[in-house]
């Protein structure tokens, strides 16, 4: 048999993975890559950490160069070539690099050309202090103006991953930095009160933050914002999402799913069946709601590149669909997610429940200790957990990936509550955030200590006969901050006072993070009142979620 020719295109996460593993499948393989830009393989994700000087070598980004890919893999790497036309009948691709034009044939091909940044036609857009940030060029771009120019001011429009990556990149470069973001909160995946604790972080400092507001227009010194705002602006960046580089497979007529991402099969082969595809192109399995959705992140990039290469070699690998773990820096704090949403979650029709708790990410006696906010979102059908978010100066990456791992092995709620997590004071407390919240939740579903969600109770606090809230806090804590009309019983004084609790009203148990506030239900649910409901994750959560508040 004829050694197969395999042709890629696209050079970065799926493309270099692909043609790496393809070559430790096949040592016959006549393999060539081709690559539009000028780098092989190269770390897009830590190009922010260059502009934030985190790294200062640029060639520390550079993993590997077409003579090292050759070297090691024997693998053809044309850079600077772009494939132009794929002609599935002929099984061959017409590309032009430095030697002019091409048509190179194939036995099986990959593509894996990722994505392009979305840059909307706005005035403005197209000048010389305006930037995306995608590849090496466009950081040294960058990173050349900032050098050159000495910029004072920035604005970042999107306040998704890659923006406040930089925000907080221009930032740490003496830039006074805001960002814009048409939704109400940073980090639009995560949900309100997780998106508010990374905006109090960006604006604890420095970063100035306009949500639930656009961009109009871009002028050589500002940016005019939709309601009218000017920004002064001598460095843009915008960072507003990614669409799939979809040209060349649309034009040979692959078929596209409904989310706007190539269509792929669990093989992730395309619809022809002699071509597989990668990466930020193509569209995946959400792995807990089973939608077809678009995952543009780097660790479904290289373990699809690993797959297609399997398969396109005679293998039969299944991609078992993405979760959409992902984890932000924000200054001195990280911001993690996995699996859904609550809002998501509602918007796919579960029957969602929350637990969030708010806990000190070792033992509280240790010094160091630091609040980790954590919520779980899960069904109240079958107490499947469905989705995760975290929030701290430490500890986050750890909850998020043990909660990916939960959400990989479909795991409930009485699963994470008796899971088994290492534990000694500089590293956790005896019970795991993990096992807090699962405890809430469990709490939760079985009626022992029912729980409202801050979202909820903040939409019913607006209705014409809202809750009476009891505040369980001390005194100290409600002078800092209370809700109107609340009732002050602190947790110690509930048991003597319970004649001052209404029988006739639906009632909400506040406390600081939800703590104390399961001891009070419990408390009043044990005298006969029935109809209180605690607070997942107290007036911290109240609070993130943004509600007014009185003071004294
Ligand atoms: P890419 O890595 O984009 O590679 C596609 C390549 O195909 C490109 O180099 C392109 O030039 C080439 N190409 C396209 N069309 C053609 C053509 N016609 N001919 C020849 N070549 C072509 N993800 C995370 O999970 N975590 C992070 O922290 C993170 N940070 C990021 C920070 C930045 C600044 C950026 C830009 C991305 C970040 N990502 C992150 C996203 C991650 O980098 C992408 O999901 C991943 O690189 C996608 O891999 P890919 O192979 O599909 O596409």
Aim: glycine residues 10%; proline residues 5%; neutral net charge.
């Amino acid at each position: 048999m004829n050694a197969p020719r395999l042709l890629i295109i696209g050079g970065v996460a799926g493309g270099a993975t692909a043609a790496a593993r393809a070559r430790r499948l096949d040592e016959r393989a006549d393999i060539t890559l081709l690559e539009r830009g000028p780098f092989v393989s190269y770390a897009n994700c830590g190009l922010p950490y260059f502009i934030s000087q985190d790294i200062t070598k640029r060639s520390k980004l550079l993993l590997q160069t077409a003579e090292g890919f050759d070297a090691r893999y024997r693998v053809k790497v044309q850079l600077e070539t772009e494939a132009l036309e794929l002609d599935r009948a002929g099984r061959r691709v017409r590309a032009r690099g430095p030697e002019g034009e091409t048509w190179l044939p194939y036995d099986v091909l990959i593509l894996a050309q990722g994505g392009q940044p979305v840059m909307p036609p706005l005035p403005g857009i197209d000048a010389p202090h305006v930037f995306k940030l995608w590849t090496v060029p466009d950081m040294d771009r960058m990173h050349t103006f900032i050098t050159e120019h000495a910029p004072k001011t920035a604005v970042v429009v999107g306040g998704g991953f890659i923006g406040l990556e930089m925000a907080e990149a221009l930032a740490r470069r003496g830039l006074s930095t805001s960002v814009v973001e048409l939704a109400p909160s940073p980090m639009v995946n995560m949900d309100l009160e997780f998106g508010n604790l990374v905006a109090r972080e960006l604006r604890a400092n420095g970063v100035q933050l306009f949500t639930g507001v656009g961009v109009k227009a871009v002028t050589k010194e500002s940016v005019e914002l939709s309601d009218g705002r000017t920004l002064p602006a001598d460095l843009v960046l915008f960072s507003v999402g990614v669409r799939p580089e979809l040209t060349l497979a649309k034009a040979a007529g692959l078929e596209v799913g409904a989310s706007g991402g190539l269509l792929v099969d669990e093989t992730l082969r395309t619809s022809d069946p002699h071509i597989f595809a990668a990466g930020d192109m193509v569209e995946v399995t959400q792995r807990v709601s089973g939608r077809k959705v678009r995952v543009p992140l780097a660790g479904p990039a290289n373990r699809q590149g690993r797959i297609a290469a399997t398969n396109a070699l005679g293998g039969s690998m299944k991609y078992r669909g993405a979760l959409g773990s992902s984890i932000v820096k924000v200054f001195h704090a990280a911001a993690g997610m996995t699996g859904l949403s609550e809002r998501a979650a509602r918007e796919l029709g579960f029957d969602v429940g929350v637990a969030t708790v708010h806990k000190e990410h070792h033992a509280s006696y240790f010094p160091g200790g630091e609040q980790l906010s954590l919520k779980l979102v899960y069904d109240r059908k079958t107490t499947r957990l469905l989705g995760a978010q975290a929030f701290g100066k430490q500890g986050v990456d750890k909850r998020i990936d043990v909660l990916a791992m939960a959400l990989h092995a479909r795991a409930t709620l009485e699963d994470l509550s008796e899971l088994d997590l290492a534990y000694a004071p500089p590293f956790n407390t005896a019970n795991d955030p993990i096992n807090m919240a699962a405890f809430v939740g469990s709490n939760d579903v079985s009626g022992f200590s029912p729980t409202i969600t801050a979202g909820a109770l903040k939409a019913k606090l607006t209705q014409p006969s809202p809750p009476l809230v009891l505040d369980v806090r001390g005194r100290g804590e409600w002078a800092k901050g209370h809700l109107a009309n609340a009732l002050l019983l602190p947790v110690d004084e509930l048991r003597d006072r319970l004649d001052e609790v209404p029988r006739d009203r639906e009632l909400v148990v506040l406390d600081s993070n939800g703590f104390r506030g399961h001891l009070a239900l419990r408390v009043l649910r044990e005298n006969g009142v029935k109809s209180a409901l605690n607070l997942t994750g107290g007036w911290l959560s109240l609070t993130a979620e943004g509600v007014d508040v009185e003071v004294g």
